[in-house]
């Protein structure tokens, strides 16, 4: 099925560990996105990318970092964990940059920090 | 600074209509989406406004009026399957996406 995965669904770490959220479209979609969702508040963008190649800091960036070696791929990375960072982080896609097309989102992954 | 404003929370009954605002103060205006986000789930798209006036798509509708601000959401023929998340995101002058905290829609037989 085409769409977006996220991996894993669901974590608990323990506080300063490190973590990567995976992400993978089948869509060839030029621009990904990292958003966390936390209760209370609207979707804030962590990261972007544009294409492969680059990346951009969104609203709430500290203390985390992305790579997006190539199209299908965005990966998230928590260096260090920390319990504000527990939080639904949503992976989306899009065929248009500048944020004009619509977003397709994958399934989440649920991340508790201790 | 920016800001996006829904009703935290709406209920209505099986078969009714029910409309959800949405009103926003951004520096700038590209264009309004709607999502529905049901509990556990991903968001997924319901609409794109960037001109004034109603776009209809089946049960669902959206409005804008840039003059004022303004869009709504209005859902017909409600079924139990709509209570969900209806989250309104903004496009501002530098093209970045402002979203609301979303309206919990709860419906009742």
């Known amino acids: 099925i085409a769409g977006i995965t996220q991996a894993p669904t669901s974590q608990i770490l323990a506080a300063g560990r490190r973590m990567t959220l995976r992400c993978t479209q089948d869509m060839r979609h030029n621009a990904m996105y990292w958003y966390r969702q936390d209760l209370g508040l609207g979707l804030r963008l962590i990261h972007y990318?544009?294409?492969?190649?680059?990346?951009g800091k969104g609203e709430v960036p500290d203390g985390y970092s992305v790579s997006r070696a190539n199209t299908d791929d965005f990966p998230l990375t928590l260096a260090s964990a920390v319990p504000s960072q527990t939080s639904v982080y949503f992976c989306a896609s899009s065929d248009r940059t500048g944020n004009t097309g619509e977003l397709f989102f994958g399934e989440g992954s649920r991340l508790t920090v201790l | 600074g920016q800001n996006i404003d829904q009703p935290t929370e709406m209920t209505a009954t099986e078969g009714a209509i029910v409309q959800i605002n949405c009103t926003y103060q951004t520096s700038g205006f590209n264009g309004l989406f709607w999502y529905q986000q049901h509990a556990g789930e991903a968001p997924t798209f319901l609409s794109y406004n960037v001109l004034d006036g109603l776009e209809e798509k089946g049960r669902f509708s959206s409005f804008l009026s840039r003059s004022k601000g303004y869009s709504y959401l209005l859902l017909k023929e409600l079924q139990m399957k709509d209570s969900a998340s209806y989250l309104c995101a903004v496009i501002d002058s530098n093209y970045q996406l402002i979203w609301g905290a979303g309206t919990k829609l709860i419906i009742k037989p």
């Open positions: 990318s544009n294409t492969a190649g680059t990346t």
